[in-house]
Nanobody, 121 residues
Framework: HVQVVESGGGLVQAGGSLRLSCEAS????????MGWYRQAPGKQRELVAAIGRRGTTNYADSVKGRFTITPDSAKTAVYLQMNSLKPEDTAVYYCKVTGERYTDDSSRTFWGQGTQVTVSS
């Protein structure tokens, strides 16, 4: 019973910033990893940034130095601070939550509905 909700997308000019939020709510999942993916029209969905519950992060090369992923204190939400945005960052950004069910330790993945980020030149 997990719901994943993203927010914070919008339209910005190149060089601008946005902060995306992903909130996960539920009662039956021990979250291991939360991450952001993006998908541009006609392209495959790709990982942007992810963070494990111990704080280990992973970033796509294309966003290193510009994007930062951080968790909240409860590790049920993550934020993606996006700076120095480029037109090629334009995509729908999706939050992915993975974890283990409390009942049987089975792995589960949940996706948010996505939030549109558009960067104009």
């Amino acid at each position: 019973h997990v719901q994943v909700v993203e927010s914070g997308g919008g339209l910005v000019q190149a060089g601008g910033s946005l902060r995306l939020s992903c909130e996960a709510s539920g009662t039956d999942l021990a979250i291991n990893v939360m991450g952001w993916y993006r998908q541009a029209p006609g392209k495959q969905r790709e990982l942007v940034a992810a963070i494990g519950r111990r704080g280990t992060t992973n970033y796509a090369d294309s966003v290193k130095g510009r994007f930062t992923i951080t968790p909240d204190s409860a590790k049920t939400a993550v934020y993606l601070q996006m700076n120095s945005l480029k037109p090629e960052d334009t995509a729908v950004y999706y939050c992915k939550v993975t974890g283990e069910r409390y009942t049987d330790d089975s792995s589960r993945t949940f996706w948010g509905q996505g939030t549109q980020v558009t960067v104009s030149s």
